[in-house]
């Protein structure tokens, strides 16, 4: 079993930046691809982030290119969002999950999630 648990979740102003980070309990972590979603209430969880196992092929959902950027240190097992310029709209809570198979931004094709970390983008 793979336990993911992300951190750094925090109250931003709108234009403001934050890292997100999600730490994997697993030795074999370069194996999997990495996605990050998010969800706000009423809404459904949104596609933001993915990663490949080695870091060569990132994939992000339309309305955050260009202002986030997902990367990952496997040594460390460790996966980050950095986002940047970020709008009420981004708020909300942010899950990481880890795919065996997939490199896909359905959420169905993720096996292990964690409990998310809460981002609030407000003035």
């Known amino acids: 079993q793979v336990r993911l648990n992300e951190s750094g979740g925090r109250y931003v102003q709108p234009g403001g930046s934050l890292r997100l980070s999600c730490a994997a309990s697993?030795?074999?972590?370069?194996?999997?691809?990495v996605g990050w979603f998010r969800q706000s209430s009423g809404k459904e969880r949104e596609f933001v982030a993915c990663i490949s196992g080695t870091g060569t092929f990132t994939k992000y959902g339309s309305s955050v290119e260009a202002r986030f950027t997902i990367s990952r240190d496997n040594a460390a097992s460790l996966v980050y969002l950095q986002m940047t310029n970020l709008a009420p709209e981004d708020s909300g809570t942010y899950y990481c999950?880890?795919?065996?198979?997939?490199?896909?931004?359905?959420?169905?094709?993720?096996?292990?999630w964690g409990r998310g970390t809460q981002v609030t983008v407000s003035s």
């Open positions: 697993t030795p074999t972590f370069g194996t999997y691809t």
């Open positions: 999950a880890a795919a065996t198979n997939a490199f896909s931004q359905i959420s169905t094709e993720y096996d292990h």
